[in-house]
């Protein structure tokens, strides 16, 4: 993808998310703000990380234990990428291949094993543990099971794209970086919409009475 269709994805991205941030709010407006359905942990924002108490710590063991999962990925990459490098340069030397060209095999056949790593540790490590946890913290903090169920698939896609993302730009420092963002967008997207698809289900249900209402 060239410069210009990224800053044209990028972009379309912001205006989305600004749209669906403003009909969230719109939404939230119309069944009021106690409404229990309404998402609880949309309403804990950044701020919150630094107020020295039980926001602070909570936000610095999560981030914690994100970060370390997906260092330990990342790790895991770099030591497939840096064994199968020394074991095709061993063998390429062994056959009398010049220093050079045994370089460049066992460059390529590290870019594979690299490949291979990555693709089998996006499976199992980061963004489903992350979305796991803020499944979890979405219940404990009194939402409902949709709500957790909304912010944990956009904690998982968040993580997921980010990592990818800054993986293709910056290499295993961008995948860190955009995991921990692209994980955070997801989930505050995820509260977003299932605010809407509340304020949407409050706004047919009150039509519904309206109307009834009309016929008797």
Known sequence: ???????????LFVVGFIILKI????????????????????????LDCFDFGTG???????????????NIRSAHVEK???LAIA??????????????????????IGKKAAKLATEQADRITGPII???????????YGGTLSEGA????????????????????????GYLVGSQFGGWMGGRIGLMVYDVATGVQYLLRFLRKEK???KS
């Open 1 to 11: 993808m060239d410069l210009k269709k990224k800053r044209v994805c990028l972009f």
């Open 23 to 46: 009909t969230a709010e719109k939404c939230r407006e119309l069944a009021g703000e106690q409404t229990e359905t309404l998402s609880q942990t949309g309403q804990f924002s950044w």
């Open 56 to 70: 602070s710590l909570a936000c610095a063991v999560k981030e914690a234990s994100k970060l370390y999962v997906y």
């Open 80 to 82: 497939a990428k840096s």
């Open 87 to 108: 074991k095709a340069l061993e063998d390429a030397m062994s056959q009398g291949v010049p220093i050079k060209d045994a370089k460049k095999q066992a460059e390529k």
């Open 130 to 140: 992350t979305s796991g946890w803020d499944f979890f913290e979405a219940v404990y």
């Open 150 to 173: 909304f912010r944990g698939k956009g904690t998982l896609l968040g993580s997921y794209g980010g990592g990818l993302f800054g993986e293709q730009l910056l290499g295993r420092h």
């Open 212 to 214: 009834s209402d009309r």
